[in-house]
């Protein structure tokens, strides 16, 4: 679910996730994206905390972190009590994180501190649950300055979220419905943006989120399975204060949604559909509203020899951001004087993806190639001039072209060595004009290989990227690169309890690389050479 946060909004607004604390990371791809959004062409990442079932006993963990480059220290634990039909959880952490070095040296104010905790608990029957759980995170980090200016905006921000959640479900009824499940969350946040020599509040930011969801999943019905439900979500935003670019706004947001699945004797169809409608009411600047249908097709064929062909077309719709309608003035954590368009028209993709997969023995491989034609493409274009010492960049939308392939292969050697390869490749330009669009990152590439043996495991591992020259109009162009990094690790399981370490030294030849999709990639280069230790107990 939408976690009320602002990372979508800015550079140096960050997601309060604490990835220790997930039991796992889904990706989700094909005409399924259309069950959490119209807007997710490429696919979802959707993080999940766990504690979907109950289990009699205690179990729990602790996980620490120590890295050597940026001082940092972090530390998260959590437990679970279960009964028959009970369980409660609680779990908690911290992070410390000092300015970070390059091999240009610190970057000044890039340091990160925070926490949070989660408690909760739930009821768990034979064919039905329920349960609810209260999460708090508050962090403070820092927006790194260009140092060359004279009298540079030191500024850093103090993000604290308050969210309530509920969510229950049944299953197994016998009847055409099986199963279903829902959700209702409430998400409090808020940042201030403050100067870092004296702590006084320059900017506040109130994001409010509700946020309410409902899926059904009919019985199988001969070569018929399949999901429909709403989704929807009510959002109150203010800034406050000397660069509140944006006014007052609520935005309300719902959708109906299905997907559908056959599964044929030798293949598998999908079909999804979504209307959704996102409504702007403004303070003081136009209201807008847009509604629009996504719909997709997904089929997957087995092929000879343990291959097998996937491929997706798409129709989708996007309603442009709040930020995109109504943003003016300067924005110090993009490095630009925003100017927002109230104008602007939705986006309308039409996508098509083919992907070969291949899975047998030693070898595991998997590649696929897209294009999408994106109608009124909403991107930041910087210009040459500024304003307030920043460049003046306008949210604008073109026709838009997005073309690509990602592949990977992994290969058994050995018995106890494996040999991991990837590549992946974006080209996005404006099509009338073929001007590359903004922030479109340059081939990459990784190279790895994984020695196991028992419980140990060694990978050294090489990731190197082109240069990217295919820029923007006034936007500035990266090297190419390349980085090496080892990491070792140990696994011991004893009764009821494991125990892992895990030693990364990262950047090992202390390269000086840019990242191409980082807004202040000119002033921050990415981090240099380093040795990140970390630590977890687990006991069941």
């Known amino acids: 679910m939408k976690i009320g946060a602002l990372g979508f909004q800015s550079g140096d607004h960050s997601e309060p996730v604490d990835v220790l604390s997930l039991e796992r990371i889904e990706i989700v791809r094909g005409p399924a994206t259309l069950l959490y959004g119209s807007s997710a062409i490429g696919g979802v990442v959707n993080a999940v905390q766990g504690h979907e079932t109950a289990q009699p006993g205690v179990r729990g963990y602790m996980t620490g ?56 608990g739930g009821w768990y029957g034979a064919k039905g649950w329920i349960n609810g759980g209260y999460v708090f995170d508050r962090r403070e980090y820092g927006v790194p300055y260009d140092t060359t200016e004279e009298d540079p905006e030191i500024v850093y921000l103090d993000p604290r979220r308050h969210s309530i959640a509920v969510r229950g479900g049944f299953r197994d009824t016998g009847a055409f419905i099986d199963a279903g499940r829902f959700s209702f969350q409430v998400n409090d946040y808020r940042h201030a943006e403050r100067d870092a020599a004296t702590g006084e509040i320059g900017t506040l930011f109130n994001n409010d989120v509700v946020v309410y969801r ?55 169809l999908q079909l999804g559909g979504r209307v959704e409608r996102n ?26 020899r343990d291959f097998s062909l996937v ?32 104008n602007l028209e939705r986006e309308r993709s039409t996508g098509f ?40 960049a306008n949210f604008e939308g073109a026709d838009s072209r997005f073309a690509g392939f990602e592949a990977k292969v992994d290969i058994g050697l050995h018995e106890y060595v494996n040999l991991g390869l990837g590549l992946d490749y974006t080209r996005a330009e404006i099509r009338d004009t073929a001007t590359p669009l903004p922030r479109i990152p340059p081939m990459r590439g990784r190279a790895a290989l994984d020695f196991l043996y028992k419980g140990f495991r060694v990978t050294p591992e090489l990731i190197f990227s082109d240069r990217q020259d295919r820029v923007f109009t006034f ?46 990639k000119n002033i921050a280069p990415e981090i240099g050479r380093g040795v990140r230790i970390a630590y977890t107990f687990k006991f069941f």
Do not use: C, K, M
Request: glycine fraction near 14%.
């Open 475 to 520: 936007e500035t162009g990266t090297a190419g690169y390349a980085t090496f990094q080892l990491g070792a690790g140990y696994t011991w399981v004893g009764s009821h309890v494991a125990h892992v370490v895990s030693v990364e030294g990262f950047n090992l030849t202390d390269r000086l690389y840019r990242n191409h999709l980082s807004f202040i």
């Open 214 to 268: 409902g899926v059904l999943d009919h019985a199988r019905r001969g070569i018929f399975t399949g999901s429909f439900g709403i989704e929807g979500s009510h959002r109150d935003y203010e800034s406050i204060g000397a660069e509140a670019l944006a006014p007052p706004t609520t935005q309300n947001q719902f959708a109906v949604f299905g997907l559908e699945t056959l599964d044929f004797e030798h293949a598998v």
């Open 311 to 342: 491929a997706n077309f798409s129709s989708s719709h996007r309603a442009p951001a709040l930020e995109e309608l109504y943003n003016f003035g300067p924005h110090p954590g993009n490095l630009a004087f925003e100017i927002g368009n109230v």
């Open 353 to 392: 993806d083919v992907g070969v997969r291949h899975a047998s023995g030693r070898v595991r491989f998997e590649a696929n190639a897209y294009l999408y034609q994106i109608s009124n493409f909403i991107y930041l274009a910087p210009t040459d001039e500024v304003e307030d010492g920043f460049v003046v």
């Open 279 to 304: 409504a702007y009411d403004s303070l003081t600047l136009d209201d807008r509203s847009f509604t629009g249908f996504s719909g997709a097709i997904g089929v997957r064929v087995p092929l000879p």
């Open 65 to 120: 972190v120590l890295s050597s480059n940026n001082s940092q220290a972090s530390g998260n634990g959590g437990v679970e009590f279960g009964t028959q039909n009970w369980l409660f959880y609680f779990g908690g952490g911290g992070n410390r994180v000092d300015d970070y070095e390059t091999p240009l040296g610190t970057v000044p104010n890039s340091y990160v501190n925070g926490g949070g905790v989660t408690v909760g």
